[in-house]
């Protein structure tokens, strides 16, 4: 599914407009990307959980040239699935 799908999907649940459900989902996703970028964590009990993950700095190789290079460390977003999302995959 994508976004418009699932805009569609949403519009139809609630008997609103597409217009009304991109604009709730964009303020959805808006909202939790502001939050990360803050290095806070987002908690939707029973979905998941979105948090900032650090990682380390590490050695690699340019597979072009075979050089060895320093990767930086960085952030990245993480998601870790809550239990009621997993055992409605299962």
């Known amino acids: 599914m994508n976004k418009d799908r699932l ?6 649940k609630l008997g609103t407009t597409k217009a009304e459900a991109e604009r ?12 990360l970028s803050r290095g806070e964590e987002v908690t939707l009990t029973g979905f998941g959980n979105f948090e900032v993950s650090v990682r380390k700095a590490r050695p690699g ?28 995959v299962r």
Not at 7 to 12: C, E, P, T
Not at 24 to 35: C, P, V
């Open 7 to 12: 805009i569609d999907a949403v519009a139809a």
């Open 24 to 35: 709730a989902l964009s303020a959805i996703l808006d909202e939790i990307t502001a939050t």
């Open 61 to 88: 190789v340019n597979p072009r040239t075979g050089e060895k290079i320093q990767i930086a460390a960085t952030k990245v977003p993480r998601f870790r699935a809550g239990k009621g999302l997993k055992e409605a």
